[in-house]
């Protein structure tokens, strides 16, 4: 085997890799806590855009005051990324990361 065929093949394995991360959900919107925004924003943020209950948002906006950062929605990068992307142009502090 030459150094083509197992370079190719080490990407193939790669793309493979992050498919399947994606298909089954190995990804999760992580936010992180910031000076600016009140709880009331972030748990009605977390009502509208990642159909959380109120009390699931609000145990949410308590773990990323106290802890600094929570995970606060899981799935494939197709489905979070227009969540995170509504996440932050509602000025929350949020980005996608593998789990």
Do not use: R
């Not at 990407?11 to 994606?22: A, H, I, N, R, T």
């Not at 197709?78 to 949020?94: H, M, Q």
């Amino acid at each position: 085997m030459n150094a083509d065929n197992i370079y190719n093949t080490q990407w193939q394995q790669q793309e493979e890799d992050d498919l399947l991360l994606d298909v089954l959900g190995g990804y999760a919107i992580i936010l992180y806590n910031d000076d600016v925004n009140t709880f009331d924003h972030v748990i009605n943020c977390l009502v509208e855009y990642c159909d959380h209950d109120p009390v699931q948002a609000e145990q949410c906006s308590l773990i990323v005051h106290y802890k600094g950062k929570c995970e606060v929605m899981h799935g494939g990068t197709s489905e979070l990324k227009p969540v995170c992307e509504a996440l932050s142009d509602k000025g929350l502090s949020a980005v996608i990361e593998e789990v």
